[in-house]
């Protein structure tokens, strides 16, 4: 088997050994000799992304040969250098090999025998056939290699059927050629599918269908078809296991390009409307839909690659949350919301130990951060291009004065004149603005709107509600409300998100006023993670049942050298925070034994799960098996909190103490039956549960929660809310998401 091969043991260890060999060639051309066929502005960045990203996914593949012709590189992509490179894999590969083949560039059908050619940078569109390389010879060439397993990536002008039209900012890979000669389509296809059928192992992936344009995006660096390929080989499309397949890498692309395309549109559909209130005619032209195609037939599964290991080290979205009026339960839920679903990294003004009179220097580091942030490059020319989002949410009242200056008066009397949030809105540039102005019972914030717009060159866009005196709330629940209940796949654009605020907020007798301006670049409020979310939940989950048996495998009798564990400690009675410091300490034979208790006292659910969870606090995963067996031991609270305190280290009792008292006398119950802790969990603690949970992780909440009952039916109400913490990718936020729920 194949390094793209089936997923089968035998498969593995090829990967692992290297007996198998992936080759790979990428081939793109921007500059073409003949001036009939125009330049083209990021085939060689995408063949250059392309190579970076697929050695990252395949580093697991110790035997493999990356060739790379493009203009920049050290062999330009002439038909020679090609036709050499296909001849020396064809020669060389064998039967267990794999070959994945990539071409960025013009494509074009010969008028005399109507052959579809790759136009190579010394093609001549008077001699196509002899200068350029026809489909059908690049075809035969993989028919007679020994390779079991081939794909092929075609990212042409129209890889669907090889038209070249004119195209503008947001341009297809075009070109001024007449349309009724290059009607490929039917040809093309075809051909491809003949090929398909020849073989198992044949795959081919098309930027776009019939009659479409492949599009590339200035502020993406790339075209769109391989944007989102670098992308999903970076761990996008990879699935629970870390594998990225072929079939998942194509429904990727062809998910995130799609929806790209709609985003895009319903931008521009609400920036032309705002044009229209204004009496301006100029509108913008929508984009033609772009589809990814894929051409296979019983090929299993393909196996490309691994996902690579994490390397951004900072957050491309950011989000600043003044709220003046003392930090009101719905502002404090939205900023955990951005920071969970919105993937934004959060800072909430004002936070204890924090001064009004600190509210400018504050707005000033946010936005000037904002422009400092870089974009996550695989290589100096394959650069992946992130644009920053930097989300700044003001809570305020609007006051006016005579000389048409205007304030927002926030906490302390603290006062921001428009003027000087204008001026530090346009020195940032180089990141998204979303500006949300929540101002109770203003008259004027469409003339905010008009002073703040910038129209800065990322894009920018400006909400601002006015809720009525009796109801200050209304317009930030509403932002929460619909948030909520967004599509956790497809994730929210701003655009649609305005859309739905349109008509929510005006019902409510919330005044709205809006500007968009991002006629290139799509705005997110929600980018869209539940594959990602589910995917880690997944991941943890198993990692939890791999430590379980450890654990298991630790507290067995045979046990004769003792470790030395990690234990956390408490930092006070008012903290439940876990912070970790190593000490020595013995696991004793008391503690190994895995018959089942027989309890002389019992707990109810509740605060079983409370006192171990706070027992983990501070004496790490032992914590179960010491509460399991001390509670044979225990005949009352009292005498189970002081048999418990003596496992901790003495700076740490006290204050152990004093919580578990608390918890127990809440409502003791002494028992002589055995105890059970996987009590059902009752209706009102699942809807806490989904409630605290979409916070961090959105929508999906909901589905987590059920998936995790239906799953595990007897599951405890401790390892429930265990599970639910292990969905979230902050450890932090998970931490906290338990104090919420197991601490009050």
Request: hydrophobic share 35%; aromatic share 6%; glycine share 6%.
């Amino acid at each position: 088997m194949s390094p793209i091969a089936v997923g089968s043991s035998y498969s593995n260890n090829t990967l692992k050994t290297g007996e198998a060999k992936l080759w790979i060639l990428l081939v793109g051309v921007n500059e073409y000799q003949d001036s009939g066929l125009p330049s083209l502005r990021y085939p060689a960045v995408d063949c250059q992304g392309l190579k970076e990203a697929l050695v990252k996914a395949t580093k697991g593949f110790p035997n493999k040969e990356v060739i790379i012709h493009h203009d920049f590189a050290a062999q330009s992509p002439t038909l020679e250098t090609i036709r050499s490179s296909l001849q020396r894999i064809v020669s060389q590969t064998q039967s267990q090999d794999s070959i994945l083949l990539y071409f960025s560039g013009h494509g074009m059908l010969d008028p005399h025998t109507q052959q579809a050619v790759l136009c190579l940078a010394d093609t001549r569109k008077d001699d196509l056939l002899s200068t350029g390389l026809g489909l059908q010879e690049l075809l035969q060439m993989l028919e007679v290699t020994a390779a079991n397993q081939q794909i092929v990536c075609l990212d042409t002008c129209h890889s669907g059927d090889f038209k070249l039209l004119g195209g503008n900012a947001g341009s297809a890979r075009d070109g001024n050629i007449p349309e009724n000669l290059f009607n490929s389509a039917p040809t093309l296809m075809k051909v491809l599918q003949q090929r398909a059928s020849k073989s198992k192992g044949f795959c081919a992936l098309l930027s776009c269908d019939q009659g479409q344009q492949s599009w590339e995006f200035p502020e993406l660096g790339h075209g769109l078809f391989t944007y989102y390929l670098m992308q999903g080989l970076l761990g996008e499309a990879a699935d629970s296991q870390g594998i990225i397949e072929a079939d998942g890498l194509y429904k990727y692309v062809y998910r995130q390009t799609l929806q790209y395309i709609d985003k895009l549109n319903h931008q521009l559909r609400l920036i032309n409307q705002q044009k229209l209130d204004r009496g301006d005619s100029k509108l913008h032209p929508e984009y033609p839909l772009q589809t990814p195609k894929r051409i296979v037939e019983g090929v299993g599964e393909l196996i490309l690659g691994f996902k690579p290991d994490a390397v951004e080290s900072h957050k491309q979205r950011r989000a600043l949350v003044i709220d003046g009026f003392a930090n009101k339960k719905t502002t404090t839920d939205l900023s955990r919301l951005f920071a969970g679903s919105g993937n934004f990294e959060v800072e909430l003004f004002p936070q204890q130990g924090q001064s009004w009179s600190e509210i400018r220097r504050t707005i000033q580091e946010f936005l000037h951060k904002g422009d400092q942030s870089t974009t996550q490059s695989v290589s100096h020319l394959g650069t992946i291009k992130n644009t920053p989002t930097s989300l700044l949410y003001l809570r305020g009242h609007i006051e006016e004065i005579e000389d048409g200056e205007a304030w927002l008066v926030l906490g302390d009397g603290m006062r921001l004149s428009r003027s000087w949030l204008r001026h530090e809105l346009r020195r940032a540039t180089k990141s998204q603005q979303i500006i949300i102005l929540d101002c109770p019972e203003a008259t004027t914030l469409n003339n905010w709107i008009e002073d703040l717009h910038s129209g800065t060159e990322q894009g920018q866009c400006i909400i601002a509600g006015a809720s009525i005196a009796q109801a200050p709330e209304l317009f930030s629940q509403t932002l929460l409300e619909t948030l909520s209940a967004a599509n956790p796949q497809a994730g929210l654009p701003i655009a649609k998100w305005i859309t739905q605020l349109q008509t929510a907020l005006p019902a409510k007798g919330v005044k709205l006023d809006v500007c968009l301006s991002a006629t290139q670049a799509v705005i997110d409020i929600l980018p869209g993670n539940i594959n990602i979310v589910f995917q880690q939940l997944n991941e943890v989950a198993l990692n939890a049942e791999k430590q379980q048996e450890e654990q298991k495998n630790l507290l067995s009798p045979d046990v004769n050298n003792l470790p030395t564990v990690e234990f956390p400690y408490l930092p006070s009675s008012q903290s439940l925070i876990e912070q970790p410091v190593s000490v020595t300490a013995p696991i004793t034979a008391d503690y190994v034994t895995e018959a089942p208790p027989q309890l002389n006292f019992q707990l109810d659910s509740q605060q079983y799960s409370q006192i171990e969870y706070l027992l983990k606090l501070s004496v790490g995963s032992i914590a179960p098996a010491i509460l399991k067996k001390t509670l044979k031991k225990a005949t009352n609270s009292q005498e189970l909190v002081g048999k418990l305190t003596t496992h901790l280290l003495p700076e740490k009792q006290q204050s152990f103490q004093q919580q578990a008292i608390a918890i127990l006398e809440q409502s003791t119950v002494e028992s002589q039956s055995k105890s059970d802790n996987s009590s059902r969990i009752s209706p009102e603690f699942i809807s806490k549960c989904e409630r605290e949970l979409a916070y961090a992780v959105g929508p999906i909440a909901r589905f987590v929660v059920q998936d995790i009952l239906k799953s595990y039916p007897q599951i405890s109400l401790l390892e429930f809310v265990k599970k639910l913490s292990a969905g979230i990718r902050d450890p932090q936020k998970a931490l906290e998401f338990e104090n919420r729920i197991l601490g009050n």
